[in-house]
Structures are given as C-alpha cells and as structure tokens.
C-alpha cells in the first residue's frame, strides 16, 4: 500500500518562509502532488513533481528525492490567506491504473499577522 | 465553465436510510473520482473510474457503489447507511499535464457533507 506523513500542523507570522515535508512509501511512483484546501472548501492544485529538483510557481515552490522518498512545499512571503490545510498527494500506479492520487493527512498552516 | 458539479451540498440521514450523491462534471475529463473526508483527515479514495462503463474500487469501497453510464455523471450510491459514513464526500475528475508522466490534476467538486444519524 501506500503511506505518507506530513506534520500536522505549522505556524508562521506573515511574510516569512515556511517548509512543508512529505515522507512517503510507495510502488508505482509517478510523482508527488501538493493540494490547498482552506476550511469548509475543496482542495485546488498547487504543485507537482515527477523528477528531482525544485519547481516554482510564484511565491510556492515544491522539492522532490526520488531516493529519499521525500518532498517538501516551500511558501515564502506568506500571507493571512496563505492560512489553509495543505496535503501532499503520491501519483502511483494500482490496480492497473497509473493515475491513482492517494493523499497524505494534510498539514494545518496557521499564519499569524 | 461549471467545473465538477456535486448534489446535495448536505443531507442528513438515519441509519438504514439510502441515498445516491450526484457529480457531473463538464470538462470531458476521462477519470472520475469520490473521496471521503473525515474531519481534520486527509482524503480516501472510494471508488474511480477511467471512463463511462469502467469503475473500480479505492481504498475505502465497503458500503458504497457506484456507476458510470456517460462521460459526464458518476453518482455515488450508499446503502444502507451508518453512522461511519458520516462524512464530507468529494468528486472529483482530473486530466493530466505534460504526457505520460505528468501531473494527474485532480479537480474536485465543493462537497457534500453527509451525516447519519
């Protein structure tokens, strides 16, 4: 099966930097997604990885290893609105389908004025 | 553009009861998607399917049953229900990006927040 873990929560003041981590255990690994979700709404797509390196979009960036089963989400300059539950998401093949997501427990972003 | 439409947004249930949850999306997106959310969890997947006629079962299957007769509807069926099935249900349909090995991008619908009583 699949498992991942990511703190359950982290707290920031604004326009600081702050660092999500995702471990994961896996087989059929395509990639490593991360998702937004503020409360009462749906998750919205933030990111993704299928390749080592960082990728950036704007003030968010997202790391993988491939080696060390290991992401992370980077948010810098962050903003009240930044405040949300963010959840790492491994792409992986099962049951013969290679667009399965399974999705970590989701990490709770308080950003403090 | 709608996006991935979900019907009822709540309803409340007793145990026992039946009820089928509407999702439709307008995006001619293949893949189709029902996750539970329980409160302060990640998202379990229930059921996906890869096209109309073809469903398979998630992680969390046991109580549930769906169908998949077009493209653009994939209701989602409880039966019989019980009190751990009190949940937010999201649908969700997803292309993918940059080919083979890109971004499967999952987009979900707002919820629907079930409770059985």
């Known amino acids: 099966g699949q498992s991942l873990e990511q703190p359950s929560e982290v707290t920031a003041v604004e326009g600081a930097i702050v660092q999500i981590n995702c471990t994961y255990q896996t087989s059929g690994f395509y990639g490593l997604s991360w998702y937004q979700q503020h409360d009462g709404g749906a998750p919205t797509f933030l990111s993704y990885n299928a390749l080592d390196g960082l990728e950036e979009t704007g003030r968010f960036s997202s790391f993988l290893s491939r080696s060390d089963s290991y992401g992370y989400l980077l948010l810098q300059e962050l903003q009240m609105k930044d405040s949300a539950s963010y959840f790492c998401?491994?792409?992986?093949?099962?049951?013969?389908?290679?667009?399965?997501?399974?999705f970590g427990s989701g990490t709770q972003l308080t950003v403090l004025p | 553009n709608a996006g991935v439409t979900q019907t009822p947004k709540f309803r409340i249930l007793k145990i026992g009861q039946s009820m089928t949850l509407q999702c439709a999306q307008d995006?001619?997106?293949?893949?189709m998607y029902w996750y539970r959310q329980d409160p302060g969890m990640g998202l379990k997947l229930i059921y996906y399917s890869v096209g109309a006629g073809i469903t398979d079962k998630g992680e969390v299957p046991n109580g549930y049953n769906v169908s998949r007769s077009t493209t653009e509807d994939f209701p989602l069926r409880l039966e019989l229900a019980a009190p751990s099935q009190t949940s937010v249900y999201f649908c969700?349909?997803?292309?993918?990006?940059?080919?083979?090995?890109?971004?499967?991008?999952?987009?979900f619908g707002a919820g629907s927040r079930l409770t059985v009583l």
């Open positions: 998401a491994v792409r992986h093949l099962s049951s013969g389908s290679a667009r399965q997501l399974t």
């Open positions: 969700a349909s997803s292309y993918l990006t940059g080919g083979r090995s890109g971004a499967n991008v999952l987009t």
């Open positions: 995006m001619n997106h293949n893949y």
